[in-house]
């Protein structure tokens, strides 16, 4: 599986750390407003879900997800939107909002399982 | 939170037991509660057997049959995190940092006048508790003794040896990684949104009934006109897992997993892409 790397300096050593594999189809980004980003090595999982919050930003006024071939492991993101901002911009602020998402499912999780209000059976001997 | 969703995603959860769980998802899209789904099933890092050294082999199954089964038997990953995948490490094969080895060795004597008795069963079965793993965090699953996995049964005077070298990988690349035997996944039970299309020889509701799911949802009014505008809101989950991790950090582990492939897209799009636009005078 093919991986990018990048160093990020921290007060400590640095740490490496997989950066996904983003390009901007050629020809596709005629002004800023406007490209089509290729994902390599990401499907329907993250091009779904980014779709959806790429679409809930104001700003966009067209973004969708297509994967151009089954055997190929990559997926396109296409974005335009108004002039108050840049495809670029529009997609790193979906992006920012899907994490802000996972960690809010996380947090519901997580204050879920310390209530505890919910049927449970113990560990059986293992 | 941000401002788009009303507050955000809700988890609810429903029961919890030692390999499964259910919980309710809500108040997000059907596109992040699959993602979650198809994270769960296929990107949640587990430990398998990769690679099977047979030194003997005298039983009635092929090496790489004997191999197949021990890749699928579960391997407990509760300490995934500190290993690494091979592709990462710095060594050239395999070593303790990115693997775990596991050895079995089983020779069945022959007792002559055991043999010649028919009321004493002859068969030794080979199962995951032969599997003896170098490291304790990693061994099969089904250690529990009262259900070990079956490997291969084997008479006396037959032998088998071998090592098999387990290691991190997700269920993207084999399904024997996935940490999970199924995620039920359900949303809409009385199909008001019509998702589905349920074939039917005569009547539909008689033919296919409605989930338990549907307690929670009113039933559908016959009059009510189609709401097309309509969206999923509640996502019924419930996912039983091989045994490796506790379900509720196979749900975590998902959650994090998504961070960080966002977090790496957004590192590289600021890299690459940030002065490209600025070229343009933004
Ligand atoms: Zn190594």
Known sequence: MPSTKAIVRMEEDPIEIDTGKVTIVPGTMTEPQCATFCLQDE????????????????????????????????????????????AVDAVFKGLDDLTDI???????????????EFEYEEETAL | MDMYNNGGPEVSIRSLKKDSMKFVLTNTDLSVANALRRIMIAEVPTMAIDMVE????????????IAHRLGMIPLTSFD????????????????????VELHLHVKVTVDYEEMNDPNVDKTRQVTSMDLISVDDSVRPVSDDKLHPILIVKMRPGQELKLKCVAKKGVAKEHAKWSPVYG??????????????????????????????????????????????????????????TSGCMKPEDVVLRAMTIMQDKLGGLQIKLDDEFKEDTQRWGY
């Not at chain 1, 809930?56 to 973004?63: H, L, R, S």
């Not at chain 2, 047979?54 to 090496?63: A, G, H, P």
């Not at chain 2, 019509?194 to 009059?223: C, F, M």
């Open chain 1, 43 to 86: 499907d329907h999982t993250l091009g779904n879900a980014v779709r959806w919050t790429l679409m809930k930003n104001p700003e966009v006024d067209f973004a969708s997800y297509s994967i151009p071939h089954p055997s190929e492991a990559r997926t396109n993101i296409r974005v335009q939107t108004s002039d108050k901002t840049t």
């Open chain 1, 102 to 116: 996972c960690s809010h499912v996380i947090q519901s999780f997580q204050a879920e399982l310390a209530k505890g």
């Open chain 2, 54 to 65: 047979i030194e003997t082999n005298s039983t009635v199954l092929t090496d790489e049959f």
């Open chain 2, 80 to 99: 995934v995190d500190r290993i690494q995948y091979t592709r990462d490490c710095t060594c050239s094969h395999y070593c303790p940092n990115c693997s």
């Open chain 2, 183 to 240: 995620v039920a996944f359900e949303y809409d039970p009385y199909n008001k949104l019509r998702h589905s299309h349920y074939w039917i020889e005569e009547d539909e509701k008689l033919e296919w009934g409605v989930s338990a799911n549907a307690a929670e949802e009113t039933p559908v009014d016959p009059n009510e006109p189609f709401d097309y505008n309509a969206k999923p809101e509640k996502f019924y989950i419930e996912l039983e």
